[in-house]
């Protein structure tokens, strides 16, 4: 398919907490009146939002006229066709960078964080008021600085797959324990433990971190751009039919995990601490997990 030389910017969001305040609760006075009965400032909520809403009115105002554009919510993502030369340009948390992440495939993303006293920013890079500088180097294809961040890939048997940025997970759905059989280069062993967690550097300050402190011998956790995983077994349990040799360790470029389901119905893998948005994982299910083919191309400067 041929795409149009005029540059298309993407423009992601997410609703705000006010936003979800007024929809849930129909007015403002209910709203009002529900968060004041939990010792809360709706005022103080509404102020985060009309940051946002201003930051968002910046990245409008700084998009060339003659550009292409569109903004997409973060719950339209699955059903929005991406072009390859897109500028994505996120406006809200940290968190909507993943959610973008898994379905581009190297098209520049640009963070923008309306709030950055409040939010530390760690991929939401920029204020917006650098928003059109970036924007516009991106869409002419001159970004003085790209961060290539590595993600995870876990591929079924049965062609299905699934990429993140910050993590996978593989366990069950409830509370139950995960049994399965795990495989590292020629390395086996049957398990039952609370899940795997397969981790790369930019996933390495969230769920993962908590997981290695806990551990008695630290992982040493790759950088968000080297092109290796880290993986953790939580709380694996030993008995006669079930092993904990197998409880972490790296994968390199080039290295596999591989689970083989002994789970009901109730078995999940999903990306990114995103439960809604998971894989079923039933018994005798295959999946190997390694690093994407794809990075996230993020604006760094």
């Known amino acids: 398919m041929k795409h149009s030389s005029v540059p298309r910017i993407v423009v992601v969001t997410r609703p705000s907490q006010y936003q979800t305040l007024l929809e849930r609760h129909g007015t403002r006075n209910q709203a009002k009146f529900f968060v004041e009965s939990r010792g809360q400032d709706l ?26 554009r569109v903004t997409v919510d973060r719950g339209s993502l699955d059903r929005f066709l ?3 030369g897109d500028v994505v340009v996120a406006v809200g948390q940290d968190g909507l960078v993943p959610n973008v992440a898994k379905y581009l495939t190297g098209q520049l993303v640009i963070g923008i964080n309306p709030e950055p006293d409040r939010q530390p ?11 059109g500088d970036l924007i516009w180097a991106a869409g002419q ?8 961040r590595t993600m995870v890939e876990a591929r079924f048997d049965d062609g299905q797959r699934l990429i993140a940025l910050n993590e996978v997970f593989i366990g069950q759905r409830t509370h139950q324990s995960a049994l399965y059989r795990i495989r590292v280069d020629s390395d086996e062993e049957r398990h039952s433990s609370s899940g795997i967690i397969v981790s ?20 040493h956790m790759p950088a968000p751009s080297d092109p ?29 995990l591989e689970v083989i389901s002994e789970m009901s119905e109730t078995g999940v893998v999903f990306g990114d601490g995103i439960e809604d948005d998971c894989v079923h994982f039933g018994w005798g299910q295959k999946l ?9 191309q993020l604006m760094a400067a």
Do not use: C
Request: aromatic letters at 8%.
């Open 121 to 131: 920013g760690i991929l939401v890079l920029h204020t917006s008021e650098a928003a």
């Open 228 to 256: 290796a995983l880290a993986w953790f077994v939580r709380e694996a349990w030993n008995s006669p039919w079930t092993g904990v040799s197998l409880s972490g360790g790296r994968l390199a470029a080039d290295q596999n």
């Open 82 to 84: 991406f072009e390859p």
């Open 43 to 68: 005022d103080e909520v509404q102020g985060w939002h009309d940051r946002f809403t201003s930051a968002l009115g910046e990245v409008s105002r700084v998009i060339p006229k003659s550009w292409r």
């Open 200 to 219: 790369t550097g930019t996933g390495a300050t969230g769920w993962a971190s908590s997981v290695n402190r806990e551990r008695e011998q630290k992982m």
């Open 288 to 296: 190997t997990v390694g690093t994407a083919k794809h990075r996230l």
């Open 141 to 148: 294809r001159n970004p003085q600085a790209v961060q290539e």
